[in-house]
T-cell receptor, first 113, second 113 residues
Framework: DSGVTQTPKHLITATGQRVTLRCSPR?????VYWYQQSLDQGLQFLIQYYNGEERAKGNILERFSAQQFPDLHSELNLSSLELGDSALYFC????????????FGEGSWLTVV | DQQVKQNSPSLSVQEGRISILNCDYT??????FLWYKKYPAEGPTFLIS?????DKNEDGRFTVFLNKSAKHLSLHIVPSQPGDSAVYFCAASARNAGNMLTFGGGTRLMVKP
């Protein structure tokens, strides 16, 4: 158990819909990261927040957005869902924003039908 | 453009022997490298890391070697155990990119009893 909690674990939704994935970082961690793992793409970095502020952006689509709240939990919002958005979405956290070990949650399986 | 590559999608090793997993990178700005292990339906678990000021880091049965001139790193597992069977990802980050990790595509290790 990494200490990073993600909900829901599984989600099935229809194309065009919007979903929200939730992440609670490890106690004391200020940085939260979102990664996407699809079958043919490996682990792709989406976005990073540090203490409520966006710090780095990766291959995140404009239909996706994220935020980190004052209690440090984070949400990833996925809208206008397409079949290709089906993937495993991981949240991870670390103490700081520099060279720290990143710990991953168990992921949220999103299936778009 | 894959900045981190794991050219072997799978590796099969006999229990008790050495497992060697390889990783190549192209971005010369990378200066921190990590290995993660991933079981099906679980998040990646941190194994071991190495910074670019070192060429070797050891933790129990796991040793990571870094060859900066060749832009190559490897993970050695000695002795290999059936419980080591998993997908192994190498990841890299650059100081000027904070803690954003770029992952390789993974290598599936199978340790046969």
């Amino acid at each position: 158990d990494s200490g990073v909690t993600q909900t829901p674990k599984h989600l099935i939704t229809a194309t065009g819909q919007r979903v929200t994935l939730r992440c609670s970082p490890r106690s004391g961690d200020l940085s939260v990261y979102w990664y996407q793992q699809s079958l043919d793409q490996g682990l792709q970095f989406l976005i990073q927040y540090y203490n409520g502020e966006e710090r780095a952006k990766g291959n995140i689509l404009e239909r996706f957005s994220a935020q980190q709240f004052p209690d440090l939990h984070s949400e990833l919002n996925l809208s206008s869902l397409e079949l290709g958005d089906s993937a495993l979405y991981f949240c991870a956290s670390s103490v700081g924003q520099g060279f720290n070990t990143i710990y991953f949650g168990e992921g949220s399986w999103l299936t778009v039908v | 453009d894959q900045q981190v590559k794991q050219n072997s999608p799978s590796l099969s090793v006999q229990e008790g022997r050495i497992s060697i997993l390889n990783c190549d990178y192209t971005n010369s700005m990378f200066d921190y490298f990590l290995w993660y292990k991933k079981y099906p339906a679980e998040g990646p678990t941190f194994l071991i890391s190495i910074s670019s000021i070192k060429d070797k880091n050891e933790d129990g049965r796991f040793t990571v070697f870094l060859n900066k001139s060749a832009k190559h790193l490897s993970l050695h597992i000695v002795p290999s155990q059936p419980g080591d069977s998993a997908v192994y990802f190498c990841a890299a980050s650059a100081r000027n990119a904070g803690n954003m990790l770029t992952f390789g595509g993974g290598t599936r290790l199978m340790v046969k009893p």
